[in-house]
T-cell receptor, first 107, second 115 residues
Framework: KNEVEQSPQNLTAQEGEFITINCSYSVGISALHWLQQHPGGGIVSLFMLSSGKKKHGRLIATINIQEKHSSLHITASHPRDSAVYICAVGSTDKLIFGTGTRLQVFP | DARVTQTPRHKVTEMGQEVTMRCQPILGHNTVFWYRQTMMQGLELLAYFRNRAPLDDSGMPKDRFSAEMPDATLATLKIQPSEPRDSAVYFC?????????????FGDGTRLSIL
């Protein structure tokens, strides 16, 4: 079993829909990161959080430390949100990555 | 905006050749990471440095891979000899202090193809 599990693996949505991507982890962590990778592109750090909730524009990230679970929400999704979203947890001295969720938003 | 710069962006070479990838971290960042991304394995940590000292290279095949940081503005990842299974995208990232609770800034990656 992977130490970081993401669901779903693939997600399609119509423009304007509310999107949720989930991340569960099994190790103790000091922080959880959400990353975004566009096709053929680099990786951008969206959020780093260790408790509660963070919001940036249409993106919201939450974490429940007791349940070892985090969610990334996208409100009013747009085709430009199409990308792979990667959850990564910071444990001891290493970042452990999930396998990513591929999101496609259609107009 | 300050960025992590990686060169080259793309590299195609034949098996057995030496490959050198370079990374210029963001000025002031004291921690540099090398990652490899493949379809099968996703993102994996190969090695990382803090204040130019190697802290962990356990993710790296020691017989053919080497990572160095000759100065604070340059990190290198070398593969010698290269093999087709090394084909992947190699990312460099930099951050400040303990990376697990600080955001990392990623370069655009080097897309490596070994024929």
């Amino acid at each position: 079993k992977n130490e970081v599990e993401q669901s779903p693996q693939n997600l399609t949505a119509q423009e304007g829909e509310f999107i949720t991507i989930n991340c569960s982890y099994s190790v103790g962590i000091s922080a959880l990161h959400w990353l975004q990778q566009h096709p053929g592109g680099g990786i951008v750090s969206l959020f780093m959080l260790s408790s509660g909730k963070k919001k940036h524009g249409r993106l919201i990230a939450t974490i429940n430390i007791q349940e070892k679970h985090s969610s990334l929400h996208i409100t009013a999704s747009h085709p430009r949100d199409s990308a792979v979203y990667i959850c990564a947890v910071g444990s001891t001295d290493k970042l452990i990555f999930g396998t990513g969720t591929r999101l496609q938003v259609f107009p | 905006d300050a960025r992590v710069t990686q060169t080259p962006r793309h590299k195609v070479t034949e098996m057995g050749q030496e490959v050198t990838m370079r990374c210029q971290p963001i000025l002031g960042h004291n921690t540099v990471f090398w990652y490899r991304q493949t379809m099968m394995q996703g993102l994996e940590l190969l090695a990382y440095f803090r204040n130019r000292a190697p802290l962990d290279d356990s993710g790296m095949p020691k017989d053919r891979f080497s990572a160095e940081m000759p100065d604070a503005t340059l990190a290198t990842l070398k593969i010698q000899p290269s093999e087709p299974r090394d084909s992947a995208v190699y990312f460099c990232a930099s951050g400040y202090q303990t990376y697990s609770n600080q955001p990392q800034h990623f370069g655009d990656g080097t897309r490596l193809s070994i024929l």
